[in-house]
C-alpha cells in the first residue's frame, strides 16, 4: 500500500520561501512518475508541478515557472517542492501525488493514483 505524507507548510510574506516535502511508503518513489498539486476552496485541483523520477524529467506550470523547483531523495524515499518568491495568490492547500509509470499527462490530477493528505500554504502580502 502506498501512503504518501507531506509536511513543510506554513504561513510567510510574501518574497518569502518554504519547502515542501513527501515522504512516501510502502513503495520506493524511484518506481513513480510524482507530481505536486494545490487546490483552492470550491476549485478543481491545478498541477503545479511533476517529475519523471526515472530519469529526472521536470514539468511546470506557467504560474510556478522560475519560482519553483520539484526534487526528489532517493535515499530518504522523499519528494520535495522549494518554493521561492512566493507570492498571495500561491495561498491554498498542497498535495503530493503519485502514479505508476506509463504514459501520462504531467500535471493532470486524474493521471494519479495516490495522494497524500495536504499541507496549507499561506502568503501574507
Known amino acids: 500500500q502506498v501512503q504518501l505524507v507531506e509536511s513543510g507548510g506554513g504561513s510567510v510574506q510574501a518574497g518569502g520561501s518554504l519547502r515542501l516535502s513527501c515522504t512516501a511508503s510502502g513503495y520506493s518513489i524511484s518506481s513513480f512518475q510524482m507530481g505536486w498539486f494545490r487546490q483552492a476552496p470550491g476549485k478543481g485541483r491545478e498541477g503545479v508541478a511533476a517529475i519523471l523520477i526515472r530519469d529526472g524529467s521536470t514539468y511546470y506550470a506557467n504560474s510556478v515557472k522560475g519560482r519553483f523547483t520539484i526534487s526528489q531523495d532517493n535515499a530518504e524515499n522523499t519528494l520535495y517542492l522549494q518554493m521561492n518568491s512566493l507570492k498571495p495568490e500561491d495561498t491554498t492547500m498542497y498535495y503530493c501525488?503519485?502514479?505508476?509509470?506509463?504514459?501520462?499527462?504531467?500535471?493532470?490530477?486524474?493521471?494519479?493514483?495516490?495522494w497524500g493528505q495536504g499541507t496549507q500554504v499561506t502568503v501574507s502580502s
Open positions: 501525488a503519485a502514479r505508476w509509470g506509463g504514459s501520462w499527462s504531467p500535471l493532470f490530477a486524474d493521471d494519479y493514483n495516490y
